[in-house]
């Protein structure tokens, strides 16, 4: 994946979310985050919270990165600070938490996939004292989600049926047209052979807010186009620079909209260290981007005409996000609550005794 860096020695980590809170629900990328058919093996963690599996996958890559290897973390959405996976890529391993909400199950269990209980290290019978305090904070929590949930698709409703509808299909046409040029002149002419695509989140909404990981882009990339989407033909414009980058033979790394997954906020192809970024994406940093006017295609006075509605859609969205990210901090309350139960409950030397007993199978001592 390394192959082509311009600016960079091969990073030791990279961060990115594996899943998102979107206008469709939990919207999850775990079938890409490793592939099964290269000859990687998974393991799949179960077990409920505060049972370690967030510790165990943070002390396994850890152990990677001390040997000099790289590591890809994936963020839990629920708690930015832990972990939802990790993979490292020269030992074609990967471990996630397989667990609600990004349910994952192994493919061949023993041949490409196995799982890992942490769940027998709980104290089942001191556990069960707490079984009417469980059940209501467990309820109230999905009180939090259903909340965040409704205020998320109501937002995801403003972009994908309002707001979307200020650029039409021809504009999109045009913008797709203004892009073709740079896809010719950065990735050459079509190869019979086509790259292969990922599909990472790099930004989320999560109980802090929106979170952004700009530093992952800036590690796979030192140059970085910016596409004007206040009209939201961003989005078009990326698929179709991503779609021109596979074509060219060129691995692709394709990072969804936080809100509207199936819209991409960012394309990246880390062996020509070129990104290619929505300009109201929070990803887009990098001052010295080459800026691409595509709301310029859009005739002026019709778009001196919309402004205004587009600011009060975006105002909208705003405030229905925020709303969001007040029920997600909630259930994130409530759920260090039901940590709190569980964590003097469980045998974390046993946990430790089996991350040890992996790291050294790993040969990573």
Known sequence: MWKGLKHYERPTHFTIFSGGNTCRGFYSLYDSFVSLSDGNFLWVLKGGLGCGKSSFMRMLGSAAEKAGLTVEYAFCLGDPSSLDGVYIPELKTAYT????????????????????????????????????????????????????????????????????????????????????????????KRHREKGQTKYRFLSALTCNGMCSLPETAEVLCNRFYGFENRLRMGGTALLSIAEAACEARHDVIVCPNPLTPEVAEAVLVPSLSLGFLSSDSSLAR????????????????????????????????????????????????????????????????????????????????
């Open 97 to 188: 938490d397989g667990t609600a909400p990004h349910i994952a199950d192994a493919n061949m269990p023993g041949v490409d996939s196995a799982y890992i209980n942490l769940g027998t290290y709980y104290d089942y019978e001191a556990i069960s004292d707490y079984k009417s305090e469980l059940t209501e904070l467990y309820s109230a929590c999905n009180v939090c989600y259903k909340k965040a949930y409704s205020m998320i698709a109501a937002a995801g409703t403003l972009q994908n049926g309002w707001l979307n509808g200020f650029s039409s299909d021809s504009e999109k046409d045009a913008a797709i047209k203004r892009v073709s040029g740079i896809a010719l002149r950065e990735f050459g």
């Open 286 to 365: 990098d001052p010295d981007s080459r800026h691409i006017r595509l709301d310029a295609l859009v005739e002026s006075d019709r778009l001196k005409k919309t402004r205004p509605e587009l600011r009060g859609g975006e105002k909208m969205t705003e405030a229905l996000l925020n709303e969001s990210y007040g029920a997600l901090a909630e259930a994130k309350r409530i759920n260090d609550q039901i940590e709190s139960i569980f964590k003097p409950n469980v045998d974390f030397d046993g946990v430790n005794a089996l991350v040890q007993a992996h790291i050294k199978s790993l040969g990573l001592v």
